[in-house]
């Protein structure tokens, strides 16, 4: 089945500093791949998403590129801020409907 | 426009009972999907409902539930509860069925099983 992992956090960093959170996963077929954020109390926001291979999505600064040949969509920043603070979830889509598949998760702390 | 919402925000429920909560998807959005938060397993599917049909079900026992009805609202279902359903439960809501498209999430109901 579908699977992805995601790098164990929590992820301390310094504001200004380059952030990756790195992201792997399995699938059959040609999944369709995503990166959510959940701020404090509240749901799952829409970061950015890719749906084929080398496709880069970006958004706020963030950007991710699909990697077939290594099954990777690995987050990353050049310069984080304190706002940026939040959990990170790495998904994919993938055999028909809107089933997400879901990572564990990474914190971020961003720190002054 | 208005987002997904979620009722209630937070319950507290009792071993053995049973518990009803609503998700009320955007509007013009079709499909509705629950997910079930917890520390422990992270995010999990439950089912997807779309145009009052449920597509698709995730790997939980039969006393999980849903329905949607015809101007898509959706409610899930959970029968004699356990102290492992505490959770944070979600739903999205979709326009369409087919991805890859955005799912817009909800805040979550927060229930707790003493």
């Known amino acids: 089945g579908n699977s992805v992992t995601q790098m164990e956090g929590p992820v301390t960093l310094s504001e200004e500093a380059f952030l990756t959170i790195n992201c792997t996963y399995t699938?059959?077929?040609?999944?369709?791949l995503f990166w959510y954020v959940q701020y404090p109390g509240e749901g799952l926001q829409l970061l950015l998403k890719?749906?084929?291979?080398?496709d880069k999505g970006s958004n706020k600064g963030f950007e991710a590129t699909y990697r077939k040949e290594t099954t990777s969509f690995h987050l990353e920043k050049g310069s984080v801020q304190v706002s940026d603070s939040a959990v990170y979830f790495c998904?994919?889509?993938?055999?028909?409907?809107?089933?997400?598949?879901f990572g564990t998760g990474t914190q971020l702390k961003v720190e002054l | 426009k208005a987002g997904v919402t979620q009722t209630p925000r937070y319950l507290i429920k009792t071993r053995g009972q049973q518990v009803t909560l609503s998700c009320s998807p955007i509007?013009?959005?079709?499909?509705v999907s629950w997910y079930q938060q917890t520390p422990g397993q992270g995010l999990q599917f439950l089912f997807e409902?779309?145009?009052?049909?449920?597509?698709n079900k995730g790997n939980f026992p039969g006393r999980f539930s849903g329905r949607q009805f015809s101007n898509s609202r959706s409610e899930m279902n959970v029968s004699t509860l356990e102290l492992g359903d505490s959770a944070l439960y979600l739903c999205?809501?979709?326009?369409?069925?087919?991805?890859?498209?955005?799912?817009?999430f909800g805040p979550g109901t927060r229930l707790t099983v003493t």
């Open positions: 998904a994919l889509s993938g055999g028909g409907g809107n089933k997400l598949t």
């Open positions: 699938a059959t077929g040609y999944p369709s």
């Open positions: 890719a749906t084929k291979a080398d």
């Open positions: 509007s013009g959005h079709r499909s």
């Open positions: 409902y779309f145009s009052e049909t449920q597509r």
């Open positions: 999205a809501s979709a326009l369409q069925r087919e991805g890859p498209i955005e799912q817009y």
